[in-house]
Nanobody, 130 residues
Framework: QVQLVESGGGLVQAGGSLRLSCAAS????????MGWFRQAPGKEREFVAA???????YYADSVKGRFTISRDNAKNTVYLQMNSLTPEDTAVYSC????????????????????????WGQGIQVTVSS
């Protein structure tokens, strides 16, 4: 069973940066895509970014150019570097692991969907003050 543990959240001023980490265990990490989602108060959880098992990256339009997702397979960890943060980025951020082993490049659009993932972290709070 896959376990995911996020770290690195907190309070930051607008314009600042944070780096989230998600440590995975219980599965051969390098063979699976990973994603980040977020849920703001009163809103539904939304896609933020994903990285395929081969390293291709995908972003929501709202974070493109500001956030960077990366992975270190040797450390079984996925990262989300968040720059130029705004109060609209305030949310609980969760990482997730794809259910499909070595998902085909033709199916990468599915990485934006929550149902694609079969394991989730507990979530971590990111608060951006104005």
């Amino acid at each position: 069973q896959v376990q995911l543990v996020e770290s690195g959240g907190g309070l930051v001023q607008a314009g600042g940066s944070l780096r989230l980490s998600c440590a995975a265990s219980g599965r051969t990490f390098s063979n699976y895509a990973m994603g980040w989602f977020r849920q703001a108060p009163g809103k539904e959880r939304e896609f933020v970014a994903a990285i395929s098992w081969s390293g291709s990256t995908y972003y929501a339009d709202s974070v493109k150019g500001r956030f960077t997702i990366s992975r270190d397979n040797a450390k079984n960890t996925v990262y989300l570097q968040m720059n130029s943060l705004t109060p609209e980025d305030t949310a609980v951020y969760s990482c997730a692991a794809d259910a499909t082993w070595r998902r085909s490049a033709y199916a990468y659009m599915a990485l934006k969907l929550q149902g694609t993932y079969d394991a989730w972290g507990q979530g971590i709070q990111v608060t951006v003050s104005s």
